[in-house]
């Protein structure tokens, strides 16, 4: 009899095992772990989109940053999450490498939008011909800051630093408002960021803008010319921003987030919100996300090769 009870209560444990496995999906809240701290760009974007697929989805999408390390804090604790599309990662270019790409499912891309070159006032340049001239007649006097060694802040301006043949130093900080606040106080005197961490300084005259980092000229800002036009012919760079689970989340739930995402993303409101912060969307599946994150590593893995680029961490 005591056999038969406990056959009876091993045969209950799979069915409530069962019916939880089978409830749709999502059917509790969605968390989004941002490995950088408040504020940057990644985190502003996934909070934009984190809300829109709380209503789409009908449960609460929790944004919560865990920085540090490059992203590494963040991103190992995603990886090691359990893969089920309850803990998922907002990401930027730089960090997700080919190597840890692969604890990683690739979701959607949010955006990628181009950056800005801003200096410091102090900085006699007006221009990137007249940035380019007076680097080359000052070797390693100025200093640009970027968020952490290997982020795109820092890999963006060395390729232009390679292009343009000149020679500058490299501060890595912490965060966006730590670089931002020494390229405020004249710490260091340019850097390469997004739109949306640096523009207001731009119009308020506490810094000065010189030009965008993409192929093309920002709608938001069609009187910047790009840094190609500018003075280092060719140069072309933009960042991007997206969202991953941990490696062996459900196919079925990674193209429901992809398509849900896509959908968001493709609304007036978010679209003017973008707008606003320099970006505009960029709808993929998740099979050319993973082509796009691959070849863009691929990029910043020969000119760290080429470079000797020694990626200091903060």
């Not at 045969?11 to 089978?22: C, H, I, Q, R």
């Not at 408040?38 to 009908?58: E, H, N």
């Not at 995402?261 to 970006?279: C, F, H, I, W």
Request: some cysteine.
């Amino acid at each position: 009899m005591r056999g038969f009870w406990r056959l009876v209560l091993a045969t209950g444990l799979v069915l409530l095992s069962a019916a939880a496995l089978a409830q749709p999906y999502p059917s509790r809240s969605i968390r989004i772990v941002v490995p950088y701290p408040p504020g940057g760009g990644t985190d502003v974007l996934t909070r934009i989109v984190g809300k829109y697929l709380s209503d789409s989805f009908k449960q609460p999408v929790v944004v919560e940053n865990r920085s540090g390390a490059n992203a590494q804090i963040g991103m190992d604790f995603v990886a090691k999450a359990p893969p089920d599309g309850y803990t998922l990662l907002a990401i930027a270019a730089g960090p997700l490498n080919n190597d840890n790409l692969k604890g990683f499912a690739p979701i959607a891309l949010f955006a990628a939008p181009s950056y800005v070159l801003v200096l410091h006032p102090s900085v006699n340049a007006t221009s990137v011909k007249g940035l380019v001239a007076l680097t080359k007649s000052q070797p390693g006097r100025l200093a640009y800051g970027s968020t952490d060694g290997g982020a795109a802040s820092h890999l963006s301006m060395e390729l232009c630093k390679a292009m343009a043949g000149v020679d500058m130093l490299h501060v890595p900080y912490k965060g966006v408002g730590n670089a931002v606040n020494d390229l405020l106080g004249g710490q260091v005197q340019l850097m390469i960021r997004p739109s949306q961490a640096v523009m207001q300084h731009v119009k308020s005259g506490k810094l000065r803008a010189l030009a965008v980092s993409g192929a093309e000229r920002s709608p938001s800002l069609p009187d910047l010319p790009t840094i190609s036009e500018a003075g280092v012919p060719g140069y072309e760079f933009a960042g991007w921003f997206g969202l991953v689970a941990s490696a062996g989340t459900p196919e079925e739930v990674v193209t429901m987030l992809n398509r849900e995402v896509n959908g968001v993303l493709q609304s007036p409101d978010v679209k003017t919100r973008l707008a606003e912060l320099g970006a505009k969307p960029v709808s993929m599946t998740p099979q050319q996300f993973l082509d796009f994150i691959r070849s863009d590593n691929d990029k910043w893995a020969r000119l760290i090769k080429e470079r000797g680029i020694v990626i200091e961490r903060q």
